[in-house]
């Protein structure tokens, strides 16, 4: 679809800077202190994964790419928040501090580390001779991908552990669209769909909890006991 070399050179600038800010929301996530601010950072990561994929399925001329950019901001732009919202607006608007095993300061030197490690496999997988966007891509999307999984493991609140979930499926779409660009769409598409399944999923039970012990809190969840 596209092929001077200068239109190419802004495309791929365009991708990097939108994995740059992609990267950052990941921190954001892990610094959030309120679970909306979780969801606002998750919200605008997924702007940035489906920004990635437009831009890559324009320069590599992928339609099936293109769509996912569109799935991607229907489904996580609009309809996962717009779910979590109605669900749990309570439990998002609450000005109370994110319960977590670790400071913030000490989340983010973790991070740091495990995004230098994000590097390092990015590097063993690509090999010798790497397509360019993928270099972008998939360390950043592994990043992603392990910062939303510790996100998940330090945090204490239902509600911010989900959107942890959410995004690590981010990373590893940011990561799957550069190196994967002709992915079978109707693989895309199942995935879209489970992603908003889980998302209502949990945010059902996690209002049903929130109502019957009166928090989310999982490590208090943890000690029930039947009467």
């Not at 397509?131 to 891509?137: D, F, G, P, V």
Request: proline content about 3%; glycine content about 8%.
């Amino acid at each position: 679809m596209l092929t001077t070399n200068s239109t190419i050179l802004v495309l791929t600038a365009l991708n990097a800077l939108a994995g740059g800010f992609f990267l950052l929301t990941a921190f954001a996530l892990i610094a959030s202190r309120q679970s909306l601010a979780c969801l606002k950072a998750f919200i605008i990561q997924s702007l940035l994964l489906a920004m990635s994929a437009l831009l890559l399925g324009y320069q590599n001329a992928s339609v099936s790419l293109l769509i996912v950019g569109g799935i991607t901001i229907v489904s996580k732009v609009v309809l996962i928040p717009w779910l979590f919202l109605g669900t749990l607006a309570h439990e998002l608007r609450t000005r109370r501090e994110i319960t977590q095993v670790f400071s913030i300061t000490i989340s983010l030197l973790i991070s740091l580390v495990l995004v230098i490690f994000a590097y390092f496999i990015a590097v063993t997988l690509l090999g010798a001779s790497p397509k360019q966007e993928a270099t972008i891509n998939l360390p950043i999307g592994l990043a992603g991908l392990f910062l939303g999984a510790y996100a998940i493991t330090v945090r204490r609140e239902a509600v911010p552990q989900v959107i942890g979930i959410l995004a690590m499926e981010n990373g590893a779409f940011f990561a799957g669209i550069s190196i994967a660009p002709d992915f079978p769409l109707i693989a895309e598409l199942a995935v879209a769909f489970d992603v908003l399944l889980i998302a209502r999923i949990m945010g059902v039970l996690t209002m049903k909890v929130h109502q019957h012990t009166g928090t989310t809190a999982v490590g208090e969840m943890a000690v029930l006991r039947e009467e």
